[in-house]
């Protein structure tokens, strides 16, 4: 079956769970009650305090279900499925398109609290044969400005990687922020707010250097990691206008050990098509990223700027040093959410669709971004050598167009077009660097709950 003759299929589907999840559940809270019903509400927050917990053991709704007792312990239950239906091409010859349907993950986790003072949280991804598990970590916050987590979860690098693919405003995450930051691992981390909320902080000691996103296809890339991320709202430490208030940026490095042998970075496609093969490498990988993000009622901006060179010791054909691997990319990327809803906290549709007339969120996205492959210092003619001195360069350039359009707070479908132009290194014998330009439509379906 083709991606076109499934997709009204799948559309159908899932308006009908948008329908029913929209509907009002006894014990439940959140705005998905109809609008009449959420004026009382909020008046009656106003009015009252918070109701204290239920004695002993309970079971409930809050956008998702939940088992709990008293104040002790609590347990929310999260599932979450992703349905990618692709067209991928080539303009050089449209008759090699190829559709794809790809249920991309289907995760089940839970998350909650326990001896009031203990956070926890455990994800897995059903049918994968290996890596599993995602998230599995607890998290110590006595003391709010220093918080200890300690297991598997992402290292504190990239705000692109560390956005929870459910929240992301496009369907892919950028090359930059897949291929340059590192995912999760396991390890142990400090973070919190300080300088009386003004910094957010982020450090943390991992055992490799988030090897589940790497893709190698025996171990991990790099040995023992160590990472720190630093976020701050400018408007917290000078003056600026209103419309810079809620401006946000941060810097990020990581170091980590890296072991002899093809475990450099390498370049990849948004369809993992290799562009870049990996070379032999020695010594460290050195980190470093600038962030930003910026939202403004309706619209919404984000960027990052990242960087790693991976040192290359003893590697030439006669035992010598070579310059490093040069890796660096950025984006940039803006949404604008035409039905007016405030885009500060994720997108959330003002009158659920089927439900009081209403059709839920739509919003456009647009994104650029460019990831590139290079020796850090040059020397001597370009050769595709993975022990050369001087690599021969290869970048991969891309244009993402997008729309999205939120059902409700569970259901969320996205169109994206991507205009993927890759520049490969080749032997100057054989005529130097090619390009390929590659058109790709892609639309994801997703229940997140």
Same mark, same amino acid.
Request: proline share 4%; glycine share 14%; charged share 25%.
């Given at each position: 079956?083709?991606?076109?003759?499934?997709?009204?299929?799948?559309? /159908?589907?899932?308006?009908?769970?948008a329908q029913s999840s929209t509907e009002s559940v006894p014990g439940a809270t959140g705005d998905i009650s109809p609008k009449s019903t959420r004026k009382k509400a909020d008046k009656k927050k106003k009015s009252q305090k918070a109701a204290p917990a239920p004695e002993g053991w309970f079971f409930g709704w809050n956008n998702?279900?939940?088992?709990?007792?008293?104040?002790?312990?609590?347990?929310?239950?999260?599932?979450?499925?992703?349905?990618?239906?692709?067209? &991928?091409? %080539?303009?050089?010859?449209?008759d090699d398109d190829v559709d794809i349907a790809d249920f991309r993950r289907t995760r089940v986790g839970i998350e909650g609290t326990f001896l009031r003072d203990f956070e926890y949280e455990v994800d897995a991804e059903v049918g994968e044969r290996t890596d599993m598990l995602r998230d599995a970590f607890v998290n110590y916050r006595r003391l709010r400005p220093l918080q200890v987590q300690a297991g598997q979860f992402r290292v504190p690098f990239g705000r692109d990687q560390n956005t929870a693919s459910h929240n992301l405003?496009? /369907?892919?995450?950028?090359?930059? @922020?897949?291929?340059?930051?590192?995912?999760?691992?396991?390890? /142990?981390?400090?973070?919190?707010?300080?300088?009386?909320?003004? *910094?957010?902080?982020?450090?943390?000691?991992?055992? #490799?250097?988030?090897? *589940?996103?790497? @893709? !190698?296809? #025996?171990?991990?890339?790099?040995?023992?990691?160590?990472?720190?991320?630093?976020r701050n709202k400018p408007s917290s430490l000078v003056k600026l206008p209103k419309w810079l208030e809620d401006l946000e940026v941060g810097i990020a490095a990581a170091r980590s050990d890296l072991p002899e042998g093809l475990v450099s970075l390498r370049g990849r496609t948004t369809f993992s098509e290799t562009f870049f093969n990996r070379v032999f490498v020695k010594g460290h990988r050195t980190r470093t990223g600038a962030e930003l993000e910026w939202?403004?009622?309706?619209? @919404?901006?984000?960027? %990052?700027?990242?960087?790693?060179?991976?040192?290359?010791? %003893?590697?030439?054909?006669?035992? !010598?040093?070579?310059?490093? !691997?040069?890796?660096?990319?950025?984006?940039?990327?803006?949404t604008w959410v035409l039905t007016g809803e405030k885009k500060d906290g994720g997108v959330k549709p003002r009158r659920n669709f089927l439900q009081?007339?209403?059709?839920?969120?739509? #919003?456009?996205? &647009?994104?650029? #971004?460019y990831l590139g492959f290079r020796s850090r210092t040059p020397t001597g003619t370009r050769v595709t050598s993975p022990r050369a001195a001087n690599l021969e360069s290869a970048g991969d350039r891309a244009w993402t167009l997008g729309v999205n359009w939120y059902a409700n707070r569970f259901v969320k479908i996205q169109f994206n077009t991507i205009r993927e132009q890759v520049d490969e290194p080749r032997p100057a014998s054989a005529g130097g660097p090619t390009r390929a330009l590659f058109w790709t439509q892609v639309c994801r379906i997703q229940f997140a709950m």
């Open positions: 079956m083709t991606c076109r003759s499934l997709l009204p299929a799948v559309l /159908v589907v899932c308006l009908a769970v998702r279900p939940r088992l709990g007792h008293s104040n002790l312990f609590q347990m929310d239950f999260r599932f979450k499925t992703q349905l990618d239906l692709s067209r &991928v091409g %080539e303009e050089a010859d449209d405003d496009f /369907v892919f995450r950028s090359r930059p @922020g897949t291929l340059l930051a590192p995912g999760r691992d396991v390890g /142990v981390m400090v973070h919190g707010r300080a300088w009386d909320r003004r *910094i957010h902080y982020q450090a943390g000691l991992f055992r #490799e250097d988030g090897r *589940i996103p790497l @893709g !190698l296809e #025996e171990g991990s890339g790099g040995g023992r990691t160590v990472a720190a991320r630093l939202k403004l009622g309706r619209f @919404g901006m984000q960027g %990052e700027l990242l960087r790693a060179r991976d040192q290359r010791l %003893e590697q030439s054909v006669r035992g !010598l040093d070579l310059p490093d !691997l040069l890796s660096q990319g950025w984006y940039l990327q803006g009081d007339g209403g059709w839920g969120a739509l #919003e456009l996205a &647009v994104r650029q #971004e």
